[in-house]
Structures are given as structure tokens and as C-alpha cells.
């Protein structure tokens, strides 16, 4: 679920190469731009660690850990393209 939020936060699913490309040049040129990107990314990141510490007390060794960690990420991208979409619909509308 937190891996789902991140990859939500990030627009992972919405957002083409093109128009991140378009946005960071966007950010260079007015740094609030680039200050509210910043926290998106590590708002990003802080949920893909907490998922991990969350997850890993119950997975035995390192290897299992692994495995199932990139089942978690890749069962987070098919929730991105399902509901992200309209979570940040809703995040919008409640913002």
C-alpha cells in the first residue's frame, strides 16, 4: 500500500518521459517549482522506505526479502494504473 502511495505521489503512471522532462526545466528556471517537485520526490521515497521497513521484520533472509519486495513494487504499479488516477483527482479536490 505505501509502495502504491509513492508511485501515486510520483504520477508514475500518467506522467510521459516528454512532460518530466518539461517539468525539471520548468523547475530550474522558478525555484518554487522546483522546491514542491523536491517534495514530491522525497515524499516518494520516504513511503518506498517505510514500506520496506514495515515489511522487512517479517521476511527471513535477505534473498525472500528481495524477492517479495519487487512483488510488492510491481503490485504497486498495477494499483498506480488502476486508482492513481483518481486519487490524485480526489487529492486535488480535497487540497
Given at each position: 500500500?505505501l509502495d502504491?502511495f509513492?508511485f ?14 518539461r517539468?525539471l526545466s520548468?523547475g530550474?528556471?522558478r525555484?518554487r517549482?522546483?522546491?514542491q517537485?523536491l517534495?514530491r520526490?522525497a515524499?516518494?521515497?520516504?513511503l518506498?522506505?517505510?514500506?520496506a521497513l ?8 535477505v534473498r ?5 519486495e519487487t512483488?510488492?513494487l510491481?503490485?504497486a504499479?498495477?494499483v498506480?494504473?488502476?486508482v ?7 487529492m486535488l479536490?480535497t487540497?
Amino acid at each position: 500500500m505505501l509502495d502504491a502511495f509513492a508511485f501515486v505521489v510520483w504520477d508514475v503512471g500518467t506522467r510521459p518521459p516528454l512532460t518530466l522532462v518539461r517539468d525539471l526545466s520548468r523547475g530550474l528556471r522558478r525555484p518554487r517549482l522546483l522546491a514542491q517537485g523536491l517534495v514530491r520526490f522525497a515524499t516518494g521515497v520516504g513511503l518506498l522506505v517505510l514500506a520496506a521497513l514495515v515489511a522487512r521484520p517479517a521476511i527471513p533472509t535477505v534473498r525472500a526479502f528481495t524477492l517479495i519486495e519487487t512483488g510488492m513494487l510491481i503490485a504497486a504499479l498495477l494499483v498506480e494504473q488502476l486508482v492513481g488516477p483518481d486519487l490524485r483527482r480526489w487529492m486535488l479536490r480535497t487540497a
